[in-house]
């Protein structure tokens, strides 16, 4: 397979799946500014930054106010972030790899591009954005469905698995860093009304929230919570579940080239050294320290893969 | 508007109406038995299985519209059997010139000592690669794939009006629109027999793997060379790499490693065999050709002429499809295959030639001119239908440049109904066969694109310019 378009693939997954997660950000979002008297002015700021996208929004808007702060994050062409650009950035590639796609997955894409193009041609009001955020995620689960269904388990394969594992450990440790402080055990916070609906909001962003109670019942306080979205080993959103994927994906190219690759030897050292922590080893260390740290890795996981498979040289 | 009397290949000339030709016969009764409304929604249903699949092409300098899909008309193009082998049979020989005169021009130029064509028109010709001298490429095929742009004009009147030898385009398009055509009318196909088309890619990968260098080991690699998504035909270089089982390629991913051209795999670099590339000439080798192309590879050429490689088609083979050397198509392909041609040539007047000025300046208003090097149909004037004032501008240029000019008469072109607000309406027509060339074997899908000016009366079929396409259907015998 080309070096170029295993990057096109790992890219449309990563694209993918930051459209879907960017949509779950803002259904979490706009439910908790729902419920505040300020119109939620902190959490959407919360959630800007949590896409790196902050200081771009403030480039273009005097103040973080929910109605431009949804718009930005969902349709903005000067967003890069966008859901749209986003969408459009996955179909973008996908084009360029139409060749290694089989056709429901190139048509599913396409379709989903189509879709979404058209829903956010305008200004999404507030009445219709619960509606649109799903058809978002719908499209997302259509797409991996056909590449559930039709793909062969190869080398391509694996290089979508890997951009969507990459990207969902960064987009879920991302939530997880913007929201530390709220994650912190400390005596001021806990059974407050107020942070019991921050931490459903964070469940929410990390689509959790149900497992989360099926798992632990009513318990909810901030120790557990960070431990599930850190550590669980069930939840497919977790860190320490997308690192065990990455850690698998590659070693199935490994498996598969007959050649040992340094990412593949970063991502084990990973997974192992998540396997063996305690989510008060976490708290001990420092979260915010621990979830940085984690972000880091990531990234060079990704430099590292791009490199070893020859992405762009 | 053209007054002209013109033949519609359906209802044959318009002086005799009445029934339908006979190609048509089966189409009709099946088209007499359909309800309008049902015929609509299934256009409608067209497009957006066309939107669907990403046929489209972009659109240079339109930022809004950058993806368009060209419109699709439901009604076929229908040639018998009989009509068809008479085509093919010129076509063939055709193409076999075409051929020999590509290896002479590049060798021992016999057709210019025997002043069958003059000099100056390769040596002055920018088509003409000098560095083509004296090469042989593997298995002697310069032109790998020709779209031949043939026009009718009555029941045995058929025209060739382009060779193109360079890169032909559309044959996504002759593919798609029959997969489509048996999508909405699947029973329309079991009461016409057609001729199928969807073999192409594979006919493709066969007649370029037989071109394959001598040093190919196992079975040939081909890859297709794209100038990347944003290109207009990008959605066919895809289509195709895609159904030929080879890989699509970018100039970025390809270099000479080892005295051969290798794509950049995941696991290194891995020689490429047979390259199909869909860019010009001029962005192949920016170290033999243009500097400042970033799209070609360093050194492509010089793999090419020590025989590592199939180009297909070959560097220079645009001579072939000059503008100014069509106008010596006949004389050329008597030269090299001792017979008449079976197909005519557009009489053709050159403007570099006095005389011909002369008389095309007198009849601007009936002809159409063309520019020597231009493509899809830009920076042409269609004399009957242009207004005074396009005429005058028009005339500056001509006066300005002659020799970037040729002219011709207006064919009165045949038309083929489209599926129309009214019903049928009857709209002109060209068609564009694809042809295959390997050693000793030349192959021609039966079909090909038909391309549809949907504007009454306008002659212009190019898609850029609000013309669209059909399928095209070859008849069982």
Known sequence: MLGRNAGGLFWLFRFMERAENTARLIDAGFRLSLARPDDGQGDWESILKTTSSLQSYLELHDEVESNAAVNFLLRDKNNPSSVMSVMSSARDNARMVRTALTQEVWEAVNDGWLTVKDLLSRAVRPADLLAALSTIRQQSAIVRAALHGTMLRNDIYDFCRLGTYLERADNTARIVDVKYYVLLPSVSHVGSVLDNAQWESILRSASASRSFRWLNGGDINPRTVAEFLILDRQLPRSLAFSTAKLSTNLEYLVEQYGERVPSADLARGYDVRLRAMSIEDIFENGLHEFIQGFIQDINTLGNQVEQDFRFYG | ?477
């Open chain 2, 1 to 477: 508007m053209t007054a002209k009397q013109h033949f519609d290949e359906m209802m044959g000339m318009a002086e005799h109406p009445g029934s339908e030709r006979a190609p048509y016969r089966g189409f009709n009764n099946w088209y007499q038995g359909q309800d309008p409304a049902y015929l609509r929604k299934k256009t409608r249903e067209a497009e957006s299985m066309f939107r669907r699949i990403g046929i489209t092409f972009n659109v240079y300098g339109q930022k809004e519209a950058a993806e368009r899909l060209i419109p699709f008309d439901i009604v076929p193009r229908v040639i018998s059997a009989q009509e068809w082998s008479r085509l093919c049979r010129g076509i063939e020989q055709r193409v076999t010139a075409i051929n020999a005169f590509l290896h002479d021009i590049y060798h021992r130029q016999e057709i210019l000592r025997a002043g069958r064509i003059p000099e100056h028109l390769i040596s002055q010709n920018d088509a003409f690669l000098p560095k083509m001298m004296g090469l042989d490429p593997p298995g002697n095929i310069y032109t790998h794939i020709v779209g031949v742009d043939i026009v009718r004009t009555g029941e045995n009147d058929f025209y060739v009006l382009e060779d193109n030898a360079r890169t032909p385009s559309g044959v996504s398009y002759m593919i798609e629109n029959r997969e489509t055509m048996m999508h909405m009318f699947p029973e329309l196909f079991s009461q016409v027999r057609v001729r199928p088309v969807g073999d192409y890619p594979q006919s493709l990968r066969k007649s370029l793997s037989a071109c394959a260098p001598a040093m190919t080991q196992g079975r040939p690699r081909v890859a297709v060379l794209t100038p990347g998504i944003h290109n207009s035909a990008y959605f066919e270089h895809a289509f195709l790499a895609d159904k030929m089982g080879a890989e699509l390629v970018e100039g970025s991913d390809i270099r000479v490693v080892d005295g051969r051209v290798a794509m950049r795999t995941t696991r290194g670099y891995e020689p490429i065999d047979v390259l199909y590339r869909r860019v010009d000439d001029d962005f192949l080798d920016p170290m033999n050709f243009r500097k400042d192309s970033m799209l070609g590879v360093p050194g492509l050429f010089d793999v090419y002429r020590a025989g590592g490689i199939t180009i297909a088609n070959a560097p220079g083979a645009g001579i072939a499809d000059d503008k100014a050397i069509y106008s010596y198509m006949p004389e050329i392909v008597e030269f090299y295959t001792g017979k008449k041609a079976i197909l005519k040539n557009v009489p053709t007047w050159r403007c570099s030639e006095a005389d011909s000025l002369a008389y095309v300046k007198e009849h601007l208003a009936e002809l159409v001119v063309k520019e020597v090097h231009g493509s899809g149909g830009y920076g042409m004037l269609v004399g009957p239908t242009a207004s005074k004032r396009e005429i005058a501008d028009f005339r500056k240029k001509l006066e300005a440049k002659p020799g970037n000019y040729i002219a011709q008469p207006t064919l009165s072109l045949s038309t083929v109904p489209i599926f129309a607000k009214e019903g049928l309406a009857p709209r002109h027509v060209d068609l564009r066969p694809f042809v295959l060339v390997q050693p000793d074997k030349i192959t021609i899908t039966p079909g090909g694109l038909t391309r549809v000016a949907l504007k009454k009366g306008s002659l212009v079929v190019n898609s850029s310019q609000g013309g669209g396409t059909k399928d095209t259907w070859v008849l069982e015998e």
